[in-house]
């Protein structure tokens, strides 16, 4: 029999990808099974999916206004309307199970799914939980999430600790001189990565650019992912790589002792299955300040260390430093983010998927 599962997640690339990629595990797992994404209509998945090879129809949804705002009439109005397209979408595709990934059009979808009765999943990716999956907790079957101790916020017989999905080259990053090899660079004198995200991140990118001169004093190389809107000036220093996106992550991440960035879910479970010690800056232009949440969750255990976007331009590569030149702290980082690390977190969310379709 062949199987069909509905999927909707995104607004963001950190809802979308982890949807493609259970999309993916769950071809490998059902040879021949119809996949049907749902998202909102003016957001980025109407462009992204497609290029993964994947159907999808949009809804006319848009995010409430946290304050009171006359803007949410029309919000609730347009929830409305999706709700009941989404239940017609549902009855005519008629899928085994209905997973959400988060993201506006996904509370529409999987809040008609799981009234009509239907199989149901989302995944949490943060720390902290987003509104449309609060609003879904009690309605679905299975919570997946991408931190432990979710129990705290989801119903503890739903929740399963599986992990965030990471791509898939990052399952067997490169060894350290492999890695510096690749980049011209010196194995055995350390190596920062620096990543933004792929547009790069303002105080990150000024407070880096600053630092430059310390960080070559101090022996120490770089990979710097700028982002495409920075210019860096790096003044033909040995070992400072400044370049807008780096796509062989797998050896960015092999070459690298320490890791800047900011406090995604994705880019934490990344420096998780990688087992790379951190220095997290999360981004303040987020909703709920959600990446202070998430670096906060990995700081107390210990696996990394945080500092404040608006303490970087004069704290971030002296604390870099700090960190590049104590073993210890590194070491006990790593033993941390190898209790946390989910590397086969996609497998494990379709396996919760396939344990949901039995029952």
Not at 194 to 219: F, V
Not at 264 to 271: D, K, P, R, V, W
């Amino acid at each position: 029999m062949q199987r069909k599962f509905l999927i909707s997640g995104g607004g963001t690339g950190g809802h979308i990808f982890p949807a493609v990629a259970v999309a993916r595990q769950l071809q490998k797992e059902y040879h021949g099974c119809e996949i049907l994404f749902v998202g909102a209509s003016d957001r980025m998945e109407m462009e992204k999916v497609p290029q993964e090879g994947y159907r999808i129809i949009g809804l006319d949804v848009m995010g409430l206004k946290r304050a009171i705002n006359p803007m949410n009439l029309l919000v609730l109005w347009k929830f409305i309307k999706a709700y009941f397209k989404s239940k017609r979408i549902v009855i005519e595709f008629n899928p085994d199970c209905v997973i959400g990934t988060g993201g506006y059009a996904s509370l529409a979808v999987l809040y008609a799914a799981s009234g009509m009765g239907k199989k149901t999943l989302i995944w949490e990716g943060n720390g902290y939980a987003g509104l449309t999956n609060k609003l879904l907790a009690k309605r679905v079957n299975i919570i997946c999430t991408g931190f432990p101790d979710m129990e705290m916020v989801f119903p503890r017989e739903k929740v399963r600790f599986t992990g965030n999905p990471v791509r898939e080259s990052l399952y067997n990053i490169r060894n350290k001189n492999e890695s510096c090899k690749f980049f011209g660079l010196n194995p055995d004198k350390p190596v920062l990565l620096i990543t933004g995200g792929s547009l790069g991140a303002r105080s990150i990118n000024l407070a880096m650019q600053r630092g430059l001169e310390k960080l070559a004093e101090a022996g120490i190389q770089a990979i710097w992912q700028t982002g495409k809107n920075f210019h860096a000036e790096t003044g033909g220093k040995t070992g400072i790589l400044a370049m807008p996106f780096v796509r062989e992550m797998e050896y960015a991440y092999g070459a690298a002792d320490l890791v800047v960035s900011r406090a995604g879910a994705l880019s934490m479970s990344e420096i998780a299955v990688c087992g790379k010690p951190a220095l997290l800056i999360p981004s303040p232009n987020v909703t709920d300040d959600h990446q202070t949440k998430n670096a906060m969750r990995f700081s107390k255990l210990g696996a990394s260390a945080q500092l404040k976007d608006a303490d970087a331009m004069d704290s971030l590569v002296n604390t870099a430093i700090d960190i590049l030149q104590n073993q210890v702290l590194r070491d006990k980082m790593r033993a941390t983010l190898a209790e946390l690390a989910r590397p086969h977190a996609t497998v494990a969310i379709v396996s919760e998927i396939k344990k949901l379709i039995k029952t």
